[in-house]
């Protein structure tokens, strides 16, 4: 079983930067993809962004140029750096990633990071 644990959320000023880490424990063949989403109040889950195991990534239209996905050598941990923040980027930002297991993909969630961007 893949547990992922989010760090680096907190309370920031618009225009301040936060860099996001999303780590992965247990057991699994190959990764798919990584991704970051977000959920603000009363707001449906949304895609952040995401990068595949060819290192394609992927960013919503209101963080491109802002934000930045990234993952380490080893692949184990995926990174957001995230830039000139936005009261609109307040959120609970949580890490996804799709495992390959026995041939079938997974997906797997971590608990979220609280990121709170204040005017």
């Known amino acids: 079983q893949v547990q992922l644990v989010e760090s680096g959320g907190g309370l920031v000023q618009a225009g301040g930067s936060l860099r996001l880490s999303c780590a992965a424990s247990g057991s699994f063949s190959s990764i798919n993809s990584m991704g970051w989403y977000r959920q603000a109040p009363g707001k449906q889950r949304e895609l952040v962004a995401a990068i595949t195991n060819s290192d394609s990534t992927n960013y919503a239209d209101s963080v491109k140029g802002r934000f930045t996905i990234s993952r380490d050598n080893a692949g184990n941990t995926v990174f957001l750096q995230m830039n000139s923040l936005k009261p609109e980027d307040t959120g609970v930002y949580y890490c996804?990633?799709?495992?390959?297991?026995?041939?079938?993909?997974?997906?797997?969630w971590g608990q979220g990071t609280q990121v709170t961007v204040s005017s």
């Open positions: 996804k990633w799709v495992v390959i297991t026995f041939s079938i993909a997974y997906d797997c």
